[in-house]
Nanobody, 125 residues
Framework: EVQLVESGGGSVQPGGSLRLSCAAS????????MNWVRQAPGKGFEWVSGINSGGGSAHYADAVKGRFTISRDNAKNTLYLEMNSLKSEDTAVYYC??????????????????RGQGTQVTVSS
């Protein structure tokens, strides 16, 4: 059974930083691409970033490009999202999702049902 557990969220001021983690189990982590998606209050899911199975190819939504960095440690079965220069519009619940193949699909809805419980990120002064 696929299990994804997100952590690392919190409350920060604009311009601050957070590092999210996603602990994966129940599947061969190194064989699948992973996405981060988010859902702001009252809005739909938004794709944030994705990384291929080997970690050598990362992709970002325009809204976070240059501020967020996705990475993975296949030895630890863990996905990360380093978030810098946070803005109020980054406030959302962040989820990781397991894609059904080794390459990234830049879509929030792909494999959305694989997501964990999410971690809340609040950016406010």
């Amino acid at each position: 059974e696929v299990q994804l557990v997100e952590s690392g969220g919190g409350s920060v001021q604009p311009g601050g930083s957070l590092r999210l983690s996603c602990a994966a189990s129940g599947f061969i982590f190194s064989s699948y691409a992973m996405n981060w998606v988010r859902q702001a209050p009252g809005k739909g899911f938004e794709w944030v970033s994705g990384i291929n199975s080997g970690g050598g190819s990362a992709h970002y939504a325009d809204a976070v490009k240059g501020r967020f960095t996705i990475s993975r440690d296949n030895a630890k079965n863990t996905l990360y999202l380093e978030m810098n220069s946070l803005k109020s519009e980054d406030t959302a619940v962040y989820y990781c999702t397991k894609l059904p193949q080794a390459w990234v699909v830049a879509s929030a809805m792909t494999a959305l049902d694989s997501r964990g419980q999410g971690t809340q990120v609040t950016v406010s002064s």
